[in-house]
């Protein structure tokens, strides 16, 4: 078997979210450092190839989010301690206080607050995802590591993997939240373009829809995006997005598709909309795929209440593998700690290139 190109980085085990403010509490952040440690455990153990980012430049980053996030990421923290949070109130952690929803502004402008507590909501959508002193430094990180296994595969690897933290999914243009800073598969598929492939297809795996990639793309033909995921219906994060009617606007109707699954799905009708999903990417006219590799719709998975186990995982990397694109996997969600190696293992074997028809 021809195994994964792993990418990875040190620096993407610098964030650590500490608490996330849940309905006001604050409770224990699930995406800790430890999860990409688990993951490149099982991956040497199974013998894939390992490599350590390259730097790249901000030119794919700045074209995927405003420039404005990437310059409020960039110094946020720094701003918030010189303020002074982490002594009065106590807090070392940049959380949002008030966000300039549509419903607060009514069609003004959005200004650059002159407080940073203010800032903290002008460019974030959720109490959960917050800022501490290396968060900047791993999401930086996290699109080195992207864009280093894009380069693998434009230069000739079939299957490459990301091993990033924090994951991307959630990241919009202009915002970040549901623990994601940048969008690393936004990345990956803006990359790809770049690098010549006229229609790139992102599948997203992970339990929960990646709202920000979709929005990132909506209104393009050239980046066709699918998901199948918890339905937002039943009270699932995104809870606003993911629904089976967004399929696009404008130049990019019908590029995007949303499989919304009910709590407890198993493997059998996951894999199967991983075969409709696959279908669909099959008739995109992509020449490169990215996949959303999030590993949370498991059954012991603590963030999701879908019931899938790692032959469903190895199945669906199947089924992928099938359309012989070249890959780009990125990690997303995944946070049972004893069993995230072997999920993500499991979905590269079953992407592995020697499992894929040749064309
Ligand atoms: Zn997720």
Redesign the pocket.
């Known amino acids: 078997m021809t195994d994964a190109l792993v990418v990875r980085s040190d620096d993407c085990l610098l964030h650590v979210p500490g608490a996330e403010i849940w309905v006001g509490v604050a409770i224990p952040g699930t995406e800790v450092p430890e999860r990409a440690e688990r993951i490149e455990d099982a991956l040497v153990a199974a013998g894939h190839p390992v490599v350590t980012a390259v730097p790249h430049d901000d030119d794919v980053l700045l074209r995927v989010h405003d420039p404005g996030l990437v310059a409020h990421l960039r110094a946020v923290h720094d701003r918030w301690v010189a303020a002074g949070f982490p002594e009065d109130p106590g807090q070392d952690r940049v959380v949002p206080y008030v966000m300039p929803t549509a419903g607060m502004l009514d069609g003004l402008p959005e200004r650059e607050p002159t407080a940073v507590h203010a800032a903290a909501g002008r460019w974030c959508y959720d109490t959960m995802t917050l800022v501490g002193a290396g968060t900047w430094a791993a999401a930086r990180a996290a699109v080195d590591v992207t864009l280093t296994a894009v380069d693998a595969v434009v230069a000739g690897t079939p299957l490459t993997y990301a091993l990033v933290r924090p994951?991307g999914h959630h990241a919009t243009r202009s915002a970040y939240g549901g623990s994601c800073y940048l969008n690393n598969a936004a990345v990956a598929a803006q990359a790809l373009r770049d690098a010549g492939h006229d229609v790139v297809a992102v599948v997203d795996i992970?339990?929960?829809h990646g709202n920000g990639t979709q929005m990132l793309f909506y209104d393009r033909s050239d980046v066709a995006y699918a998901s199948l995921h918890v339905d937002p219906g039943a009270g699932w994060f995104p809870h606003y997005l993911g629904f089976a009617d967004e399929t696009g606007r404008g130049p990019g109707l019908g590029a995007t598709l949303n499989v919304p699954l009910a709590e407890g799905t198993p493997d059998g009708p996951w894999v199967d909309a991983v075969d409709r999903i696959a279908a669909w990417v099959e008739h995109s006219g992509a020449t490169a795929l990215v996949v959303s590799l999030?590993v949370?719709a498991a059954a012991d998975d603590p963030?999701?209440p879908l019931q899938v186990t790692g032959t469903g995982y190895e199945s669906a990397g199947r089924r992928l593998a099938a359309l012989g694109l070249p890959t780009v996997a990125v990690q997303?969600?995944g946070y049972h700690l004893d069993t995230l190696g072997p999920l993500v293992a499991a979905t590269l074997r079953g992407l592995a290139p020697s499992d894929r028809p040749r064309r």
Request: net charge negative; proline share 10%; hydrophobic share 10%.
């Open positions: 994951p992970d339990a929960h999030g949370d963030e999701s997303e969600g």
